[in-house]
């Protein structure tokens, strides 16, 4: 098996899990995995080991692997984290950051916008790629950091919460985009203080909304 295979193998396994179509608690038989996957035995092993690294899967001893669930707890730490994260990350790319930086930023968030528009016009379609795009923007306003290993790090927790955000916080409609409106705002303007402020409504809106919808 090559390493492009085991890495694409790999790869769809985590999508799977971060977008819920293996759902949470779901027991991760092999012979199953191997079916709907494609890959062999060995490649599944150690692309279920990675994942339990990263804490989206469990390993349950000599009874095998499921999928990590959710609660509470988790969720307000993975919130924590993210916020801590992205907003010392805004910071350092607030003042580093170029016209291309602005530009990006300014672009990101107009197609954010039109996923939003049609989320609000009833339009379900709409819901993969604004997932997309909401990933697409946040890593945009960071991007100007300077560093790699911050960005690398926040892109893993970023999933993490992205995987309750699929599952259990969902859309929240014209907070949501006021939010979105507001930090792109704020980045032109580079005001980190005040993009911090509106990315700390923004990640605890999100948990209080998903605690209040009973999504897990």
Same mark, same amino acid.
């Given at each position: 098996m090559s390493e492009a295979t085991s890495e694409r193998a790999f790869g769809r396994i985590r999508a799977d899990i971060l977008r819920g179509v293996l759902a949470p608690g779901r027991k991760l038989t092999l012979d199953r995995l191997r079916e709907t996957y494609g890959v062999g035995l060995s490649t599944l092993r150690e692309s279920l080991s990675r994942l339990v690294a990263e804490r989206l899967v469990v390993a349950e001893g000599q009874r095998g692997f499921e999928v990590a669930g959710f609660s509470e707890t988790e969720l307000r730490e993975v919130a924590e984290l993210r916020l801590l994260l992205e907003g010392h990350a805004l910071e350092h790319a607030f003042r580093a950051g170029d016209v291309e930086w602005e530009a990006g930023v300014v672009a990101a968030h107009h197609k954010l916008s039109q996923m939003q528009d049609r989320l609000a016009a009833g339009d379900a379609v709409a819901l993969e790629p604004w997932r997309h795009f909401d990933a697409e923007f946040h890593q945009t306003l960071i991007s100007a950091c300077g560093s790699r290993m911050l960005m690398a790090t926040h892109?893993? $927790?970023?999933? *993490?919460?992205? #995987?309750?955000?699929?599952? =259990?916080?969902?859309? +929240?409609?014209? $907070?949501?985009? *006021?939010?979105? #409106?507001?930090?792109?705002? =704020?980045?032109?303007? +580079?005001?980190a203080m005040a993009a911090r402020e509106i990315l700390a409504a923004h990640i605890c809106g999100g948990v209080e909304h998903a605690l209040a919808s009973g999504g897990f």
């Open positions: 892109a893993s $927790i970023f999933d *993490r919460y992205s #995987r309750y955000q699929n599952l =259990a916080l969902g859309f +929240r409609g014209e $907070i949501a985009v *006021r939010e979105h #409106r507001d930090l792109c705002d =704020a980045a032109i303007r +580079r005001d």
